[in-house]
């Protein structure tokens, strides 16, 4: 079961009357049903019927439903098979990311229009901090109606707005809000908001937490707040701390524009498993290719490069080595990504999964580079960046591996 | 068997033998240290992994004939804590019994015929001043690789040419060559060996300091990686097994040409270079930027702790700016064994070589050269 369906959902949402938001200048906005919702632009013909977006295929998951396919059980994460078991008469489109990329640009345009203080969290997501637009553009519950009427103008989309204090508040009340919907919580209710909540709402609480916190006899966000935090850290380390600061609603992180990237990584779910280890370095190599290829376009080396294995039991191991110095170059990850993936002894075992992420980033602008004895000046990386401009202008798949080249007409030979 | 003997003899050759005993061994025998008292009255002290075997050979006044194994790591905790007094180690059954003064300790004795028997002593080579050997060796180790998984940058080339001995080791970021004279047992000899650097750093230092000389013995000259070398020296011998020969071919890497020289007083350069270290993470660079008499030395970055300082320098060729990994650099300094620095350079780009300034006093190694690869800078 997906998280956000712990919480208990009002069922009448608090009309967007005169409620008091004047300590509330956090705004987390949050799409409804994205990915979903921007097919349904091309697909009017859908629209009130249950939808699905992912990849059809027997590993396919939901990346994103409407909320009648919603209504009988359809989440995101959940595997397609089953999702077509619980919804068979739903209609599944496989995704296409460019155009949510556009849409989800967009969106943030108006967001950095509202305020400068925009921290997006995912492409469907942002918190805005619009203290310093009161003046200007009026009260934060104002802005919120703003936005909401701006995004569906202009893009045919719909989105809820938790308005509140904190930012983990306001991410609460816009999950609670949803479809469509605004909540603010203010700043002085932020308390009895809270604690009729179940642990899980809380920022930081995944399953291994709150399995400890359930073993503890707490269940509520208001139980919690009742531990004290010596008991809480005891049994949870500094996290204890952290949450019983979040069960009254004290949350110190700030509104982070352009949060920056503290990782880059891709990943592939075979269509079927795969022991063979040869198939297995050329995924990490394809992998790598696109991931040196995102820091490229980024503007980032790394230093940390590490390496995902998902066995056909869905156990999962994570192996990382830290670099000398940090990298762009697709070889030098393949190289790590397969020194890792030999030494994780899962030679011959059966993978469902391989992930290539390169982490510890900084800008390449300050990056510097020990020059080996009998190197050549030019190498590796300016090979990568040649291949950069060739795909810029003949398209992704202009240059690649040649062992990444798929056979057009079968195997070559007997 | 049994023997008596002045303690700091003792302790002093069980700890050298001790050195090379594995500290994970393969086989539970091998952390043994092997005790043989001869029928001429010697004590033979022996330790060996396969890989390095050490033996040291002491004259005895009383003694018994008979072999002993103990563990090797014990006995040289015992000798080391032992009183200021004659030992005695008795063998008594499968026990051995060590006395010294009023102390006395019983220690399990170890099958001593499942120990190995130590490799045979290659041919002699040729010998060497102990200490020049020391302090030659050690010049050169310092730039070998520290990375076992490339253990081809590990070892030290030593390539034997008539009375010359060329000692070589890199890591790949640094290039560390020493010339010496040495006198071959025959003249004309010629032979190139790979020798772990690590081992062959240890050894030089064991049996450097006496002023006695070694006497460097090799099997298989110019062999196929199943070669040996031994070192021996007043009583002491160790044999290591060579490397795979592979090596760079570092001579032409070396620049002949440079369109820039600066000469620095090392104590003052490795001083600054220490202070501007300090903001620089392992790996990253320190700038220098030569101008007429002065370089300035920079280090860290913008978004981070900076630092600065300027040195006078005998400079001498066209301005560079040029950055170089700083522990490189320091440990390059720590080799030349001069008062004065001299490095070359010709771009920022290409290797620059650090030697001793000035023809100092005799004996002087002028032979050492210290290359150094720079760091590029971004844009």
Redesign the interface.
């Known amino acids: 079961m997906s998280r956000n369906q712990l919480l208990p959902r009002d069922p009448s949402p608090p009309p967007e009357g005169p409620v008091d938001d004047s300590g509330c200048p956090i705004l987390h906005v949050d799409m409804d049903a994205f990915f979903a919702s921007v097919e349904l632009l091309d697909r009017p013909e859908l629209r009130g019927t249950p939808v699905i977006v992912g990849a059809a295929g027997a590993r396919g998951v939901v990346l994103s439903a409407t909320y009648e396919a919603r209504r009988f059980g359809v989440h995101s994460a959940m595997p397609m098979t089953r999702a077509r078991r619980v919804c068979p008469q739903a209609t599944v489109i496989p995704p296409s990311h460019g155009k949510y990329a556009e849409v989800s640009r967009g969106v943030m345009e108006i967001f950095k229009a509202i305020t400068p203080e925009v921290e997006p969290i995912a492409s469907d997501e942002a918190f805005l901090d619009v203290g310093g637009a009161r003046r200007r553009l009026g009260s934060p519950a104002a802005i919120a109606r703003m936005i909401r009427a701006q995004v569906a103008e202009q893009y045919g989309i719909t989105c809820s707005v938790g308005v509140a204090s904190t930012k983990f508040v306001a991410k609460l009340a816009s999950r609670q809000c949803k479809p469509d919907g605004l909540l603010v919580v203010p700043a002085g209710e932020v308390v009895q908001f809270l604690h009729p909540l179940p642990v899980a709402a809380l920022w930081g609480v995944g399953e291994r937490t709150e399995q400890a916190l359930v073993r503890l006899g707490i269940r509520t966000v208001g139980d919690l707040a009742q531990v004290p935090v010596t008991t809480l850290r005891r049994e949870l380390g500094a996290v204890g701390a952290h949450l019983a600061a979040l069960a009254w609603g004290r949350d110190e992180r700030r509104v982070v524009p352009h949060a920056p990237d503290k990782s880059i990584g891709n990943e592939e779910t075979f269509p079927h498993d795969v022991d063979d280890p040869e198939t297995i370095r050329r995924e990490l190599l394809r992998l790598s290719e696109r991931v040196a290829a995102r820091l490229r376009a980024a503007g980032h080396v790394g230093r940390t490069v590490s390496v995902k294995l998902r066995r056909s039991d869905f156990t999962t191991i994570t192996r990382s080595r830290t670099l000398?110095?940090a990298t762009d170059v697709a070889k030098e990850i393949y190289d790590t990504s397969c020194e890792l993936y030999e030494a994780a002894g899962l030679e011959r075992v059966r993978l469902r999964l391989v992930g290539v992420r390169v982490e510890n980033l900084g800008p390449?602008?300050?990056?510097?580079?020990?020059?080996?004895?009998?190197e050549r000046?030019t190498g590796w990386r300016e090979a990568e960046q040649a291949m950069d401009r060739a795909a810029r202008r003949f398209g992704p798949d202009a240059v690649k591996p040649a062992s990444l080249v798929r056979r057009p007409f079968g195997p070559i030979g007997p | 068997m049994m023997f008596r003997i002045d303690r700091d003899v003792l302790a002093e050759a069980v700890a050298w033998t001790a050195r090379s005993l594995p500290a994970r061994p393969s086989v539970p025998v091998l952390a043994g240290m092997r005790l043989e008292v001869t029928e001429d009255q010697r004590l033979k002290l022996s330790g060996f992994d396969y890989e390095v075997s050490a033996e040291v050979t002491l004259d005895l006044q009383t003694g018994e004939a008979g072999v002993v194994l103990v563990s090797g790591k014990l006995l040289a905790e015992i000798t080391r804590a032992l009183p200021a007094q004659p030992v005695e180690l008795v063998v008594d059954g499968a026990k051995a019994v060590v006395t010294c003064g009023s102390a006395r300790f019983t220690l399990l004795t170890m099958p001593v015929e499942d120990y190995p028997s130590l490799p045979a002593m290659p041919p002699a080579a040729g010998r060497v001043g102990s200490d020049v050997f020391a302090s030659a060796v050690g010049q050169v180790a310092v730039a070998a690789g520290k990375d076992d998984t490339l253990p081809m940058l590990t070892g030290v080339r030593m390539e034997i040419d008539g009375d010359t001995v060329t000692l070589a080791a890199?890591d790949?970021?640094?290039?560390a060559v020493r010339e010496l004279k040495w006198q071959p047992e025959q003249p004309g000899f010629q032979a190139v060996a790979m020798i772990p650097g690590r081992t062959l750093a240890d050894t030089a230092k064991a049996l450097g300091g006496s002023g006695a000389e070694v006497e460097i013995a090799l099997s298989s000259a110019g062999g196929t990686g199943e070669g040996m070398i031994g070192f021996s020296s007043s009583g002491r011998r160790t044999t290591t097994r060579l490397l795979d020969p592979e090596f760079?071919k570092?001579r032409s890497?070396l620049p002949t040409e440079f369109s820039a020289r600066a000469d620095l007083s090392t104590g003052s350069f490795v001083e600054a270079v220490k202070r501007v270290a300090l903001v620089a993470e392992r790996?990253?660079?320190v700038r220098l930027a030569f101008r007429g008499g002065e370089v300035v030395l920079e280090a860290g970055?913008?978004d981070e702790a900076q630092a600065v300082e300027a040195l006078p320098v005998d400079f001498d060729g066209d301005e560079i700016n040029i950055?170089f990994?700083h522990q490189f650099l320091l440990e390059g300094l720590g080799a030349i064994d001069s008062d004065i620095a001299r490095l070359q350079f010709t771009t920022p780009?290409k290797?620059a070589i650090l030697t001793a300034g000035k023809p100092v006093d005799e004996g002087a190694n002028e032979d050492y050269r210290y290359?150094i690869?720079?760091?590029?800078?971004?844009?």
Request: charged content about 20%; glycine content about 8%; overall charge positive.
């Open positions: 000398r110095e390449a602008a300050a990056a510097t580079r020990q020059l080996g004895l009998g000046e | 890199t790949r970021y640094r290039l760079p570092y890497l790996n990253t660079p970055s913008g950055a990994n780009t290797p290359l690869m720079p760091i590029r800078l971004s844009s």
